[in-house]
């Protein structure tokens, strides 16, 4: 009913608005006096100081905030970490230890691809983490810890606020890692948890631009294909870009690294492709900006149409963007997690132009029970 969804049009709508609580409420009550305290990772303790590899499962987004979990616990917890897709790693005969943490991710705790993985992480003595939004669910009763994610309930099938809830508690969860390894040091682990805590506020800023958004998506009813490049921590957010266009608007779209257009992407642009670009932030000394920027130029100077987005006062982007969709300034991890809204409002106001249901997309599940 209408009341269920807070006036907004659509569940998908109202969860979007609701982002910058689930992160808050991820954060809440884990962070005291500049460390992190999470409770719930008792069960590992002794685990997180022996192990010597993480492994992540997943399945859709879910994996994809996985991707992100990759960058930030190798960053700051200094720890090989591999990421699969639940269905592609139980089935090829994976090398796991009692020194292998496992972290499954997943908002509905329910996924069948990623419950039987992580069974075969437990019966080849793997330490198992599941980090979960739905109290209670299957998945964490198999596992040895469970790290809540406080999303609230999501009830379109197409996962948003859960996304972001899941990318700050496995942020959370390298941070705690780092504690624990003396990876980092106390103030930098501070200094991190503080930029953390200021994404809700950044992210309700972002938001703000969903009529800007909206007005984008109603030109774009047309569009038959939509490319999504990134790079870095842009990677996943391509990814999750191009995954939303599909599920929602059924529009055939596609994510890629940056640095592999070059490799084959580069041969589909011709007059008109529109192209979202995951922009990094131009400051720090190591930061991928340049090497962004000569791909926009180069696909620019081959007609595509560019949607970027990229970090407010970016102004070497502007002169070749045909749209720009500023996000505050924050560090490169933190940044997907102001860039993947817009690009999810982009999703739900094409299908919704479109006349599609945004929260029932066809041949979709909320919750994949079966293998
Ligand atoms: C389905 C949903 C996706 C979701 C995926 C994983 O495919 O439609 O939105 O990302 O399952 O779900 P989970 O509950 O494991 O996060």
Redesign the pocket.
Same mark, same amino acid.
């Given at each position: 009913s209408a009341s269920e969804k807070g006036g907004w049009s659509s569940f998908m709508a109202k969860e979007i608005s609701e982002e910058p609580e689930a992160i808050a409420k991820t954060l809440l009550g884990r962070i005291t006096d500049g460390a992190v305290h999470v409770e719930e990772l008792e069960p590992l303790r002794d685990s997180l100081a022996e192990i010597n590899r993480i492994v992540i499962l997943?399945? @859709?987004? $879910?994996a994809y905030s996985g991707m992100l979990a990759k960058y930030a616990i190798e960053k700051w917890a200094k720890i090989p970490v591999d990421v699969e897709l639940s269905h592609e790693f139980r089935y090829r005969d994976p090398i796991l230890d009692e020194k292998t943490l496992v972290i499954s =991710?997943?908002?509905? @705790? /329910?996924?069948m691809d990623?419950l039987m993985a992580v069974k075969y992480a437990v019966d080849a003595g793997a330490r198992t983490l599941s980090i979960c939004n739905t109290q209670g669910a299957t998945i964490p009763r198999e596992s040895d810890a469970v790290m809540y994610t406080h999303a609230g309930p999501e009830v379109a099938? $197409?996962?948003t606020k859960?996304f972001v809830a899941q990318i700050a508690a496995f942020y959370l969860f390298a941070l705690h890692l780092a504690a624990v390894r003396d990876t980092l040091t106390k103030r930098e682990i501070s200094g991190l948890l503080e930029e953390l805590q200021a994404l809700p506020d950044q992210l309700a800023t972002v938001l703000e631009q969903h009529d800007k958004i909206k007005e984008l998506a109603g030109w774009m009813v047309d569009t038959s294909a939509v490319l999504f490049l990134g790079r870095h921590a842009g990677f996943p957010v391509a990814l999750e870009g191009a995954l939303k266009l599909k /599920?929602l608007a059924y529009i055939h779209a596609e994510g890629f690294a940056a640095g592999e257009l070059k490799h084959g992407p580069i041969a589909l642009i011709e007059p008109g492709q529109p192209v979202f670009v995951v922009v990094p932030s131009p400051r720090g000394e190591n930061s991928l900006h340049p090497k962004v920027v000569s791909n926009i130029q180069e696909i620019r100077a081959r007609g595509a149409r560019i949607l970027a987005i990229a970090e407010q006062g970016d102004a070497a982007v502007l002169p070749y963007a045909d749209v720009v969709i500023p996000i505050p300034l924050a560090s490169t991890l933190f940044e997907p997690l102001l860039a993947v809204a817009p690009l999810q409002i982009f999703a739900m106001e094409l299908a919704a132009a479109k006349g599609l249901d945004v929260d029932q997309p066809r041949n979709? $599940?909320?919750? =994949?029970t079966v293998e």
């Open positions: 997943g399945c @859709g987004t $879910a =991710v997943s908002q509905s @705790g /329910e996924t990623t099938v $197409a996962s859960a /599920e979709l $599940a909320k919750s =994949v």
